[in-house]
T-cell receptor, first 116, second 113 residues
Protein backbone atom coordinates (compact mmCIF):
# COMPACT_ATOMS: atom_id res chain seq x y z
CA UNK A 1 0.00 0.00 0.00
CA UNK A 2 1.71 3.13 -1.26
CA UNK A 3 1.21 6.00 1.14
CA UNK A 4 3.10 8.50 -1.04
CA UNK A 5 2.41 8.42 -4.76
CA UNK A 6 4.08 10.15 -7.66
CA UNK A 7 1.87 9.13 -10.53
CA UNK A 8 4.01 10.52 -13.33
CA UNK A 9 7.16 8.44 -13.86
CA UNK A 10 8.56 11.03 -16.23
CA UNK A 11 8.09 14.61 -17.39
CA UNK A 12 9.66 16.57 -20.25
CA UNK A 13 9.77 20.36 -20.24
CA UNK A 14 11.36 22.96 -22.48
CA UNK A 15 14.13 25.07 -20.98
CA UNK A 16 12.78 28.29 -19.51
CA UNK A 17 9.27 26.93 -18.99
CA UNK A 18 7.69 25.81 -15.73
CA UNK A 19 8.09 22.25 -14.43
CA UNK A 20 5.34 20.97 -12.15
CA UNK A 21 5.91 17.73 -10.28
CA UNK A 22 3.03 16.25 -8.34
CA UNK A 23 2.73 14.07 -5.27
CA UNK A 24 -0.30 12.59 -3.51
CA UNK A 25 -0.45 10.99 -0.10
CA UNK A 26 -3.01 8.91 1.75
CA UNK A 27 -1.86 9.09 5.37
CA UNK A 28 -3.54 12.06 7.04
CA UNK A 29 -0.98 11.90 9.86
CA UNK A 30 1.77 13.15 7.56
CA UNK A 31 2.65 16.68 8.58
CA UNK A 32 6.01 17.41 7.04
CA UNK A 33 6.92 17.02 3.40
CA UNK A 34 10.19 17.15 1.52
CA UNK A 35 11.42 17.08 -2.05
CA UNK A 36 14.73 15.50 -2.99
CA UNK A 37 16.61 15.64 -6.27
CA UNK A 38 18.68 12.68 -7.40
CA UNK A 39 21.18 12.21 -10.19
CA UNK A 40 22.05 8.67 -11.37
CA UNK A 41 24.44 6.76 -9.11
CA UNK A 42 24.41 9.56 -6.52
CA UNK A 43 22.62 10.09 -3.23
CA UNK A 44 19.50 12.27 -3.12
CA UNK A 45 19.99 15.94 -2.35
CA UNK A 46 17.50 17.81 -0.19
CA UNK A 47 15.72 20.50 -2.19
CA UNK A 48 12.87 22.06 -0.25
CA UNK A 49 10.37 21.19 2.47
CA UNK A 50 7.04 22.33 3.84
CA UNK A 51 5.20 21.71 7.09
CA UNK A 52 1.47 21.18 7.24
CA UNK A 53 0.85 24.56 8.86
CA UNK A 54 1.82 26.23 5.59
CA UNK A 55 0.43 25.98 2.10
CA UNK A 56 3.43 27.38 0.25
CA UNK A 57 7.18 27.55 0.63
CA UNK A 58 9.51 29.22 -1.80
CA UNK A 59 13.26 29.02 -2.31
CA UNK A 60 14.61 30.71 -5.40
CA UNK A 61 13.32 28.93 -8.48
CA UNK A 62 11.65 26.22 -6.40
CA UNK A 63 8.22 26.49 -4.80
CA UNK A 64 6.32 23.75 -3.02
CA UNK A 65 2.55 23.96 -2.64
CA UNK A 66 0.56 21.89 -0.14
CA UNK A 67 -3.18 21.23 -0.34
CA UNK A 68 -4.00 19.33 2.84
CA UNK A 69 -7.65 18.80 2.07
CA UNK A 70 -6.73 17.13 -1.21
CA UNK A 71 -3.66 15.41 0.31
CA UNK A 72 -1.65 16.77 -2.57
CA UNK A 73 1.61 18.64 -2.94
CA UNK A 74 3.44 19.93 -5.94
CA UNK A 75 6.90 21.24 -6.75
CA UNK A 76 7.18 24.11 -9.23
CA UNK A 77 10.47 24.92 -10.90
CA UNK A 78 10.57 28.25 -12.72
CA UNK A 79 12.36 28.72 -15.02
CA UNK A 80 13.47 25.18 -15.74
CA UNK A 81 17.11 24.66 -16.65
CA UNK A 82 18.89 21.68 -18.24
CA UNK A 83 20.75 21.11 -14.96
CA UNK A 84 17.41 20.42 -13.31
CA UNK A 85 17.17 17.15 -15.26
CA UNK A 86 17.12 14.49 -12.54
CA UNK A 87 14.76 12.22 -10.63
CA UNK A 88 12.68 14.05 -8.03
CA UNK A 89 11.41 12.22 -4.97
CA UNK A 90 8.61 13.37 -2.74
CA UNK A 91 8.85 12.27 0.92
CA UNK A 92 6.56 12.61 3.93
CA UNK A 93 6.95 12.40 7.68
CA UNK A 94 4.55 12.28 10.62
CA UNK A 95 7.03 13.81 13.02
CA UNK A 96 4.84 16.54 14.45
CA UNK A 97 1.90 14.25 15.08
CA UNK A 98 4.12 12.04 17.17
CA UNK A 99 2.84 8.96 15.44
CA UNK A 100 6.11 8.19 13.69
CA UNK A 101 9.67 7.74 14.72
CA UNK A 102 11.56 10.06 12.42
CA UNK A 103 10.92 7.95 9.37
CA UNK A 104 10.34 9.28 5.89
CA UNK A 105 8.06 7.61 3.39
CA UNK A 106 9.18 8.15 -0.20
CA UNK A 107 7.35 8.17 -3.49
CA UNK A 108 8.78 6.29 -6.47
CA UNK A 109 10.10 9.43 -8.11
CA UNK A 110 9.50 11.43 -11.28
CA UNK A 111 12.23 11.74 -13.88
CA UNK A 112 12.38 15.31 -15.14
CA UNK A 113 14.02 16.05 -18.47
CA UNK A 114 14.58 19.69 -19.35
CA UNK A 115 15.12 20.07 -23.07
CA UNK A 116 17.45 22.89 -24.20
CA UNK B 1 33.96 19.41 5.59
CA UNK B 2 30.86 17.85 7.14
CA UNK B 3 29.05 15.06 5.38
CA UNK B 4 28.22 11.43 4.98
CA UNK B 5 30.61 8.99 3.37
CA UNK B 6 29.85 5.55 2.06
CA UNK B 7 32.37 3.02 0.91
CA UNK B 8 33.01 1.40 -1.40
CA UNK B 9 31.23 3.08 -4.32
CA UNK B 10 30.95 -0.23 -6.20
CA UNK B 11 30.97 -3.67 -4.64
CA UNK B 12 30.83 -7.10 -6.21
CA UNK B 13 30.00 -10.21 -4.28
CA UNK B 14 29.59 -13.85 -5.04
CA UNK B 15 26.38 -15.57 -4.12
CA UNK B 16 26.44 -16.96 -0.60
CA UNK B 17 28.86 -14.37 0.74
CA UNK B 18 28.11 -11.78 3.38
CA UNK B 19 29.26 -8.24 2.66
CA UNK B 20 29.43 -5.12 4.83
CA UNK B 21 28.75 -1.61 3.54
CA UNK B 22 30.29 1.28 5.41
CA UNK B 23 28.55 4.52 6.39
CA UNK B 24 30.21 7.29 8.37
CA UNK B 25 28.95 10.78 9.22
CA UNK B 26 30.63 13.75 10.88
CA UNK B 27 27.50 15.89 11.11
CA UNK B 28 26.91 14.97 14.77
CA UNK B 29 23.52 13.58 13.79
CA UNK B 30 21.72 11.31 16.20
CA UNK B 31 19.75 9.26 13.69
CA UNK B 32 21.07 7.16 10.84
CA UNK B 33 19.24 5.18 8.17
CA UNK B 34 19.81 2.61 5.46
CA UNK B 35 17.72 2.56 2.30
CA UNK B 36 17.67 0.43 -0.78
CA UNK B 37 16.80 1.73 -4.24
CA UNK B 38 15.84 -0.51 -7.14
CA UNK B 39 15.16 0.68 -10.70
CA UNK B 40 11.77 2.41 -10.95
CA UNK B 41 11.29 2.18 -7.22
CA UNK B 42 11.40 4.71 -4.45
CA UNK B 43 13.68 4.44 -1.46
CA UNK B 44 12.77 1.62 0.86
CA UNK B 45 13.88 1.68 4.49
CA UNK B 46 15.98 -1.26 5.65
CA UNK B 47 17.05 -0.26 9.17
CA UNK B 48 17.33 2.90 11.22
CA UNK B 49 18.95 3.93 14.45
CA UNK B 50 18.06 6.88 16.66
CA UNK B 51 20.74 6.35 19.26
CA UNK B 52 23.95 4.42 19.81
CA UNK B 53 23.48 0.71 20.54
CA UNK B 54 19.85 0.79 19.42
CA UNK B 55 18.28 0.23 16.01
CA UNK B 56 14.92 -0.74 14.52
CA UNK B 57 13.86 -2.70 11.49
CA UNK B 58 12.43 -0.84 8.56
CA UNK B 59 10.13 -2.15 5.86
CA UNK B 60 12.55 -4.61 4.26
CA UNK B 61 14.96 -5.74 7.00
CA UNK B 62 15.02 -9.45 6.13
CA UNK B 63 18.47 -10.60 5.07
CA UNK B 64 20.20 -7.52 6.49
CA UNK B 65 21.86 -6.68 9.79
CA UNK B 66 23.28 -3.49 11.29
CA UNK B 67 25.21 -2.24 14.29
CA UNK B 68 25.54 1.18 15.91
CA UNK B 69 28.51 1.08 18.24
CA UNK B 70 29.49 4.69 17.58
CA UNK B 71 27.39 7.74 16.85
CA UNK B 72 29.33 8.37 13.64
CA UNK B 73 29.09 4.89 12.15
CA UNK B 74 26.23 2.67 10.98
CA UNK B 75 27.50 -0.30 8.91
CA UNK B 76 25.08 -2.51 7.01
CA UNK B 77 25.73 -6.21 6.42
CA UNK B 78 24.01 -7.84 3.49
CA UNK B 79 23.82 -11.51 4.36
CA UNK B 80 23.47 -14.55 2.14
CA UNK B 81 19.85 -14.76 3.31
CA UNK B 82 18.96 -11.68 1.27
CA UNK B 83 17.25 -13.06 -1.85
CA UNK B 84 17.86 -10.14 -4.22
CA UNK B 85 20.82 -8.17 -2.91
CA UNK B 86 21.79 -6.43 -6.14
CA UNK B 87 20.72 -2.81 -5.63
CA UNK B 88 21.85 0.73 -4.88
CA UNK B 89 22.24 1.24 -1.12
CA UNK B 90 21.92 4.66 0.46
CA UNK B 91 22.81 5.77 3.96
CA UNK B 92 21.30 8.88 5.52
CA UNK B 93 21.43 10.78 8.77
CA UNK B 94 19.35 13.42 10.52
CA UNK B 95 19.22 15.56 13.65
CA UNK B 96 15.81 14.28 14.75
CA UNK B 97 14.63 17.87 15.16
CA UNK B 98 11.29 19.40 14.28
CA UNK B 99 12.42 19.73 10.68
CA UNK B 100 13.67 16.23 10.23
CA UNK B 101 15.58 16.55 7.00
CA UNK B 102 17.59 13.48 6.16
CA UNK B 103 20.88 13.99 4.40
CA UNK B 104 22.20 11.25 2.17
CA UNK B 105 25.56 9.78 1.35
CA UNK B 106 26.69 9.08 -2.23
CA UNK B 107 25.53 5.45 -2.19
CA UNK B 108 27.04 2.01 -2.82
CA UNK B 109 26.15 -0.09 -5.84
CA UNK B 110 26.17 -3.76 -4.83
CA UNK B 111 26.20 -6.39 -7.56
CA UNK B 112 25.92 -10.08 -6.80
CA UNK B 113 27.62 -12.23 -9.42
Amino acid sequence: DQQVKQNSPSLSVQEGRISILNCDYTNSMFDYFLWYKKYPAEGPTFLISISSIKDKNEDGRFTVFLNKSAKHLSLHIVPSQPGDSAVYFCAASDFFSGAGSYQLTFGKGTKLSVIP
Amino acid sequence: DGGITQSPKYLFRKEGQNVTLSCEQNLNHDAMYWYRQDPGQGLRLIYYSQIVNDFQKGDIAEGYSVSREKKESFPLTVTSAQKNPTAFYLCASSMMTATDTQYFGPGTRLTVL
